[in-house]
Every structure is written in structure tokens, then in C-alpha cells.
């Protein structure tokens, strides 16, 4: 199923209870950042939790909603079975889990340097 929900402005909390839930941003933004730098910005339209649906990983960034923030929330067996849409998912989970390594990497450095 499908379920709509608010987030606060702030830290959002990612864990095991949503993994097999796809979150799709209805409206409001939502900043990822590594190492206190932001790597991506989520609106409406866009989606998260992909890592936790389908490649069992979790994204080592953190989310921060700026504002009030709609979500919905839908379970993954009602996207599983279409090729395409899975392979979309896929694709951008790969990406991201990219540049939010890639900017650890970077974040680290920088640190160590200081």
C-alpha cells in the first residue's frame, strides 16, 4: 500500500522500519549532506530509501527536512515487479551511494589536512 506522512523540519530518521518502503517526496525539500556538506537536494517528486528497498544497504549520508516535508511512503511489492521501474531504482541508488562516497572520501581528507 501507500501511506502519506509529514516530517518535521530537521533530522529525518531512517532505520530497518522502513526498509521495503520507497519514499516519494510529495512536497517540500529535503537536503542530503556528508560530512556537513550537501550532495543533493530531494523535491517534489523525487525519491528515497531505494538502497533500503532493494539493495539492502543503508546510504551513509544524512537527510535533513528544511521545513515541513509530505511523503508518501510505498511498499515496495507494488514497484518490484515492473522491470523498469526497478531498474530506474537501481541506477539511482547506484549514483547516489557514488557521490555520497565519493564526498566522504572528500570530507575525510579535507579533515585530515586540518
Same mark, same amino acid.
Given at each position: 500500500?501507500?501511506?502519506? @506522512? $509529514?516530517? +518535521?523540519?530537521? +533530522? =529525518? ?9 520507497? @519514499? ?6 529535503? /537536503? ?23 539493495? /539492502? /544497504? ?9 521545513? #515541513? =516535508? #509530505? ?13 523498469? =521501474? @526497478?531498474? /530506474?531504482?537501481?541506477?539511482? #541508488? $547506484? $549514483? @547516489? ?18
Amino acid at each position: 500500500g501507500q501511506r502519506l @506522512r $509529514r516530517l +518535521p523540519d530537521g +533530522p =529525518v530518521t531512517e532505520n530497518e522500519a522502513y526498509a521495503g518502503v520507497l @519514499r516519494l517526496v510529495k512536497d517540500g525539500i529535503l /537536503k542530503r549532506m556528508v560530512g556537513g556538506a550537501v550532495v543533493e537536494t530531494l523535491q517534489d517528486g523525487d525519491f528515497f530509501n531505494e538502497e533500503r528497498c532493494f539493495a /539492502k /544497504k543503508a546510504n551513509p549520508s544524512d537527510l535533513y527536512a528544511i521545513g #515541513s =516535508v #509530505s511523503l508518501w511512503d510505498i511498499d515496495t511489492p507494488f514497484i518490484a515487479d515492473i522491470p523498469i =521501474v @526497478r531498474w /530506474k531504482i537501481l541506477e539511482l #541508488s $547506484r $549514483r @547516489r551511494l557514488q557521490l555520497t562516497g565519493d564526498a566522504a572520501a572528500t570530507a575525510k581528507a579535507v579533515l585530515a589536512k586540518v
